[in-house]
């Protein structure tokens, strides 16, 4: 053991590794109870055992005690203070750190990042992406020397039990109060299906993937709220299912990182992905395309995200990491996209709706037409149909500028809607 344990490096010493820990909620407890369980084990291979010599809560213990008594940190509190604040205390004592916190990692990553490597430190963060699945490893560490394309991502698993439970039927209210009551779902469920908790984790791999310092307030995201259970009918007629889709990937001249809403087609490895699950695909001209998927939350399963991360930094398999590189964030990138129009059921309407597209340099790629809708307000007089369809890939702008002018028109009847369309299918 280290005359000065404060500043002993982590696997400089013999004896136990110790490890200290901040935050005791459902990952901290959850990774306490893991790690005694595996510490015999651990110690089978890698010839030291972790044990845990100090634990910090809002009503327990103290930080300073807690640094001075570990070689490796570990935080789980979440949010960004005093989480920021203690993980950079810890890296510049030169201790290792492990967090699950995307919050501060998407927030402040390149603080804590440069704090890391001018102090040699390992910074890991497996559980702040996707769970217990090891994408973060795999970015850092198999694929790290492969150029990466694309990643897509379901990595929000709330949301994705809510788009599974409307695709059978269930509307959106009903679906988010059975998260609710199965416990994916906060109370507040808003960072869950307004986007941002995935947009926080696409930052994250962004980040891995190209080397740039993508923040959560560089990605744009949009949520599951104003999605309808008929998007979902229709859209199953065309042979494409709805998820949250979070994309990272390198245009020409840049990068775009996006969450929204998607329709894929059934051959997409990420189409079969349902309930409160996570998957990440990465795509690459070397080794074409890598899918995970696996359980995106709990205490059990990120504690083992967390504990992994332990055994990486004791085994000396992490670098601290890499300096930024600057690359362009794009905003206008072309997508694939579904609409559904609501419109007056009366001759020339169709042809008059496929003219405004062709004007608009929008090609169709499916089509189908079906029935009456239920009058509303503005269709008190007349019959509705409703008009779906896929259209072939296109920007953004050009898609707004197009539903503005279908807006316009006298016989659509309700705001026109808009849905992007991942056309890969790997198959
Ligand atoms: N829950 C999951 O399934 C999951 C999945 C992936 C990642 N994560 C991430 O894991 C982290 C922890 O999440 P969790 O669900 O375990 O949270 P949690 O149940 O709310 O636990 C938080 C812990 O941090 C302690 N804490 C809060 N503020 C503190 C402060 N100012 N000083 C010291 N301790 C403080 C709390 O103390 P008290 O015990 O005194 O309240 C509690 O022990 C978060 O970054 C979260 O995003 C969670």
Same mark, same amino acid.
């Given at each position: 053991?280290?005359?000065?344990?404060?500043?002993?490096?982590?696997?400089?010493?013999?004896?136990?590794?110790?490890?200290?820990?901040?935050?005791?909620?459902?990952?901290?407890?959850?990774?306490?109870?893991?790690?005694?369980?595996?510490?015999?084990?651990?110690?089978?291979?890698?010839?030291?055992?972790?044990?845990?010599?100090?634990?910090?809560?809002?009503? !327990?213990?103290? *930080?300073?005690?807690?640094? /001075? #008594? &570990?070689?490796?940190? %570990?935080? +789980?509190?979440?949010?960004?203070?005093? $989480?920021?604040?203690?993980?950079?205390?810890?890296?510049?004592?030169?201790?290792?750190?492990?967090?699950?916190?995307?919050?501060?990692?998407?927030?402040?990553?390149?603080?804590?990042?440069?704090?890391?490597?001018?102090?040699?430190? !390992?910074?890991? *963060?497996?559980?702040?992406? /996707? #769970? &217990?699945?090891?994408? %973060?490893? +795999?970015?850092?560490?198999?694929?790290? $020397?492969?150029?990466?394309?694309?990643?897509?991502?379901?990595?929000?698993?709330?949301?994705?039990?809510?788009?599974?439970?409307?695709?059978?039927?269930?509307?959106?209210?009903?679906?988010?109060?059975?998260?609710?009551?199965?416990?994916?779902?906060?109370?507040?469920?808003?960072?869950?299906?307004?986007?941002?908790?995935?947009?926080?984790?696409?930052?994250?791999?962004?980040?891995?993937?190209?080397?740039?310092?993508?923040?959560?307030?560089?990605?744009?995201?949009?949520?599951?709220?104003?999605?309808?259970?008929?998007?979902?009918?229709?859209?199953?007629?065309?042979?494409?299912?709805?998820?949250?889709?979070?994309?990272?990937?390198?245009?020409?001249?840049?990068?775009?990182?996006?969450?929204?809403?998607?329709?894929?087609?059934?051959?997409?490895?990420?189409?079969?992905?349902?309930?409160?699950?996570?998957?990440?695909?990465?795509?690459?001209?070397?080794?074409?395309?890598?899918?995970?998927?696996?359980?995106?939350?709990?205490?059990?399963?990120?504690?083992?995200?967390?504990?992994?991360?332990?055994?990486?930094?004791?085994?000396?398999?992490?670098?601290?990491?890499?300096?930024?590189?600057?690359?362009?964030?794009?905003?206008?990138?072309?997508?694939?996209?579904?609409?559904?129009?609501?419109?007056?059921?009366?001759?020339?309407?169709?042809?008059?709706?496929?003219?405004?597209?062709?004007?608009?340099?929008?090609?169709?790629?499916?089509?189908?037409?079906?029935?009456?809708?239920?009058?509303?307000?503005?269709?008190?007089?007349?019959?509705?149909?409703?008009?779906?369809?896929?259209?072939?890939?296109?920007?953004?702008?050009?898609?707004?500028?197009?539903?503005?002018?279908?807006?316009?028109?006298?016989?659509?009847?309700?705001?026109?809607?808009?849905?992007?369309?991942?056309?890969?299918?790997?198959?």
């Amino acid at each position: 053991m280290s005359a000065d344990p404060a500043k002993a490096g982590a696997t400089s010493t013999p004896g136990p590794f110790r490890v200290g820990l901040l935050g005791h909620g459902t990952v901290g407890a959850a990774f306490a109870e893991l790690l005694a369980e595996r510490a015999a084990e651990i110690e089978r291979f890698n010839g030291r055992r972790p044990v845990i010599t100090g634990v910090l809560t809002r009503t !327990r213990g103290s *930080f300073a005690e807690v640094l /001075a #008594g &570990a070689d490796l940190l %570990v935080e +789980l509190i979440g949010g960004t203070e005093p $989480a920021r604040e203690y993980l950079l205390a810890a890296m510049r004592a030169g201790k290792d750190v492990v967090s699950a916190n995307k919050q501060l990692l998407s927030q402040h990553g390149e603080e804590l990042f440069a704090v890391a490597r001018e102090h040699g430190v !390992r910074l890991r *963060f497996e559980a702040a992406v /996707a #769970g &217990a699945v090891p994408v %973060v490893r +795999l970015l850092e560490e198999s694929l790290a $020397a492969t150029p990466i394309e694309r990643i897509h991502g379901i990595v929000n698993g709330t949301t994705n039990f809510i788009l599974s439970e409307m695709a059978r039927g269930s509307d959106y209210a009903q679906a988010l109060a059975e998260a609710q009551r199965l416990g994916y779902a906060e109370a507040d469920p808003s960072d869950d299906v307004s986007g941002r908790d995935a947009a926080a984790k696409m930052a994250i791999l962004a980040r891995l993937a190209f080397g740039a310092p993508v923040r959560l307030e560089d990605v744009r995201y949009e949520g599951i709220e104003q999605l309808r259970g008929d998007d979902l009918e229709y859209a199953r007629e065309l042979g494409l299912g709805l998820k949250l889709i979070g994309t990272a990937e390198r245009r020409e001249g840049g990068i775009s990182v996006r969450v929204h809403p998607a329709f894929l087609y059934s051959g997409h490895p990420l189409s079969s992905v349902s309930g409160p699950f996570n998957a990440v695909t990465v795509e690459s001209e070397a080794v074409t395309e890598i899918t995970m998927s696996g359980p995106g939350a709990g205490g059990p399963q990120t504690a083992s995200a967390v504990l992994g991360d332990v055994v990486s930094v004791m085994t000396g398999g992490a670098r601290p990491p890499a300096p930024p590189l600057e690359l362009p964030l794009l905003e206008d990138v072309e997508s694939a996209f579904y609409l559904h129009l609501e419109v007056a059921d009366r001759p020339g309407v169709l042809a008059a709706v496929t003219r405004v597209l062709e004007e608009q340099g929008v090609s169709i790629k499916s089509f189908v037409q079906r029935g009456r809708a239920a009058p509303d307000a503005r269709s008190a007089t007349a019959p509705d149909v409703r008009l779906v369809m896929v259209i072939h890939p296109l920007a953004e702008s050009r898609l707004r500028e197009a539903l503005r002018v279908l807006a316009e028109l006298d016989f659509v009847r309700s705001e026109p809607r808009a849905i992007r369309v991942i056309e890969e299918e790997f198959v």
